[in-house]
């Protein structure tokens, strides 16, 4: 869990994110802000506890998840129930290089059988300068 963590303004001018529905976009701010959230955005996310910190019917929580993985903002894992906020760390970046020491072991516990590993691994070590 973070204390904090940066939104830019510039998230609602996205063409991705202004296609998204009203729930959608919650949704979207949620996964980038929960109290589950990390600062690689990659986590164990239950639809339960979506459904619990938004008090959305869990149809709901489902349409948006949907909504938010066809439009490329989101990955989920229905075996290991981990989602990637795949924007997260291009929002808000490790800024140094104890940040960064951070990020790698936190990425280092995504689950081997987590359906997106190898995609997010690829972005990972892309932003990755070894700082």
Known sequence: MRDYGKIPTALWSRPDIQALSPQAK??????????????????????AYIQE????????????????????????????????VKPQLG???????NVWKHARKRAA?????????????RHFEALDHGI
């Open 26 to 47: 919650l949704l979207a701010v949620y996964l980038l802000t929960n109290s589950h959230s990390n600062l690689i955005g990659a986590y164990r996310l239950p639809d």
């Open 53 to 84: 910190d938004l008090r959305l019917p869990l149809v709901i929580v489902r349409k948006a998840l949907t909504e938010l993985t066809t439009a490329g903002f989101a990955c989920l894992c229905a075996v290991t129930a981990w989602i990637w």
């Open 91 to 97: 929002l808000d970046p490790p800024d140094n290089g």
């Open 109 to 121: 516990e995504v689950p081997d059988d987590c359906s997106w590993k190898s995609d997010f691994q």
